[in-house]
C-alpha cells in the first residue's frame, strides 16, 4: 500500500502559522476602542485641528470676539457663539471674551465688525439636524480664530457628533411582543439634543487648545 504520510506532513507548517496569526489578531479585535460617548446618547469625535499657532502665550491676554456662526439657521448660530463664549471664558484660555451680534459672510467684515478685539471667531455650522421620529441628530462645525490685525488664521479645527437613530426593532420577540400589547411610540431625540452638541463640540475644542498650550505645540 502506498504512503501518503509523506505528502501530509508539510501541510502542518501553514495551519499552525494560521492559528499563531489568528491567535495573535484575536486580541486586537477584541481590545478595539469602542466610540466616545458624552452622555444623552451623543457619539464625538475628536476635534481635526488643521491650524494653530506656534506659541500660545502671545494669546493668553487676547480680548476674543465671537460673532454668530455661519450657517442656514441664524437662531442656531447665535446660540452657537453664546455657548462658545461661556465655555471659553471659562477655560481660562483668554482675557476676555465676548459676543458681538453682527453677521459676517467675509474675513474682512469679520475683523470689521469685531472692532478692537485682538482675534476674531469666524465660525460656521455645516451640518445640523435633529429628527424628531426616531432620535437621530448630528451636528459639524467648523472653527476659525482669526487674527483681529492681520487677518491671519490663529486656529482652525472642525468637529462632527451624532446622536444615532434609534430604529426599532424587527426581530421576532419583539414583533411578537407588539402583537399582545399597544403600539409603542419611539421617544423623539429631546429638543435640548442641539444645544448639547454645541456644548460638547466648544468643550472638546477648548480642551484641545488648552492641552496644546500645556504642551508648548
Not at 482675557?95 to 458681538?100: L, R
Not at 462632527?160 to 421576532?172: L, N, Q, T
Request: proline fraction near 7%; charged fraction near 20%.
Amino acid at each position: 500500500m502506498r504512503n501518503f504520510t509523506g505528502l501530509v506532513r508539510p501541510l502542518k507548517k501553514p495551519a499552525m502559522a494560521f492559528s499563531i496569526l489568528l491567535f495573535c489578531l484575536l486580541p486586537a479585535c477584541v481590545m478595539a476602542p469602542a466610540p466616545r460617548t458624552a452622555g444623552a446618547g451623543i457619539v464625538e469625535s475628536p476635534p481635526v485641528v488643521f491650524v494653530h499657532p506656534l506659541n500660545h502665550e502671545l494669546y493668553r491676554g487676547a480680548r476674543l470676539a465671537v460673532l454668530p456662526f455661519a450657517g442656514e439657521n441664524r437662531e442656531l448660530g447665535m446660540n452657537a457663539a453664546a455657548v462658545f463664549r461661556d465655555i471659553f471664558l471659562a477655560s481660562g484660555l483668554f482675557k476676555a471674551v465676548f459676543v458681538v451680534d453682527k453677521q459676517a459672510g467675509t474675513r474682512a467684515r469679520a475683523r470689521a465688525v469685531a472692532g478692537d478685539a485682538d482675534l476674531v471667531v469666524f465660525a460656521r455650522i455645516n451640518r445640523a439636524f435633529i429628527d424628531g421620529g426616531v432620535g437621530g441628530a448630528g451636528l459639524d462645525v467648523s472653527l476659525r480664530i482669526l487674527h483681529g490685525k492681520s487677518g491671519d488664521t490663529v486656529w482652525y479645527m472642525r468637529q462632527s457628533v451624532e446622536r444615532p437613530v434609534r430604529w426599532p426593532r424587527k426581530d421576532f420577540g419583539a414583533r411578537l411582543g407588539r402583537a399582545f400589547s399597544p403600539q409603542a411610540v419611539l421617544a423623539p431625540a429631546p429638543a435640548a439634543v442641539l444645544p448639547n452638541m454645541l456644548t460638547v463640540v466648544a468643550r472638546d475644542m477648548a480642551r484641545v487648545m488648552a492641552d496644546r498650550r500645556r504642551a508648548g505645540i
